[in-house]
């Protein structure tokens, strides 16, 4: 079977980005049974910048607790935390010794640290700690450890997918056909939903619209989101309009070639986000309350996280085992 896999990492509230980027694809892909299917919880990624006990696990919690409030079903997938499986931390060292310095110095995250660094004066490497250097490495694990076929991802990731390719290749051509290719699949239209401000939706620049908001702070954020000045009567393109792109995302078919019509005859932008809340919030109802419930019964969560991890590594163990093998490794 092949497999599809993503993760998302607990570094602040799930957002609009990640859900229309990755969560809606993946369980958009799920119903797919002639796949495996493979959705995760990436806390020891956001070990990179959250150094802090109560709010990592916090963090946590709230993104299993996204996935499934919005319909994930932890029995037709494997559904797990990240850090309860170690076979993926030994194959990040075994894979460290196959990705070369000079593509670590490459990937796009470290590279942004090192470029504003250098704008400010300040030493290149300074608030780079080595999680965030080999970052790259441990998703490539993430993805090689499960022989993933796909990852739905945003734009930002992809990067890091064709880096785990890089990682596979070099690994294979020295010891074989080990590790399966891996290819991202991003929605061309959204794969970089931009913030309140307009840049990328990004926990980072704190211009994000989490999704689970209560629905008045909800309608606020939306009132937010920058829009240009063309007047409210003045026709305006729909296919330049991030509310448009933004409302394809939750309404019907029907509701959408409404909108765009109304676009072209021209609507307010107080309108056009009125109807967004409207059609959002439709949608949202139901997973909120369920996100809400879950998040007040954590010991749920671990529940679940434990039948997962069992599954992940029915896959992890055995594999890592044949790895190790090829290696000259004692097993
Ligand atoms: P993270 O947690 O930053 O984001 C989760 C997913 O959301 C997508 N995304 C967006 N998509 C469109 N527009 C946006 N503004 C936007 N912001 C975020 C991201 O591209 C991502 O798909 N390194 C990963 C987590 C990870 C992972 C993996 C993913 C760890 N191991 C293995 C795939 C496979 C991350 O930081 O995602």
Redesign the pocket.
Known sequence: KSTI?????P?GQV?L??Y???IKPALELAKMQTHQHAYFV?DY?SLTKIHHAEELRHLSYGIAATWLALGLDPEKVIFYR?SDVPEVFELNWILACFASKGLMNRAHAYKAIVDQNRQLDKDIDSGVNMGIFT?PI??AA??LMFQTDI???????VQ??EIARDIADSFNRTYGDTFKLPEYKIQEE??????LDGR????SYNNTIPLFVEPKKLQKLINKIKTDSTPPEEPKDPNQSVLFSIYKEFATPLEIEKMREQYVSGISWGEAKKQLFQVMNRFLEEPREKYNELMASPEKLDEILKRGVEKARAVSKPFLKEIKCKLGMNV
């Open positions: 896999l993503t993760g998302i990492k570094t957002h980005g990640n229309i980027g990755a990436a990624h990240q970052y441990l998703m993430d993805i990852v739905p991802v945003g734009k930002d990731q890091h997918v959204t794969a970089v939903l931009p913030g990328k939706m990004s926990k």
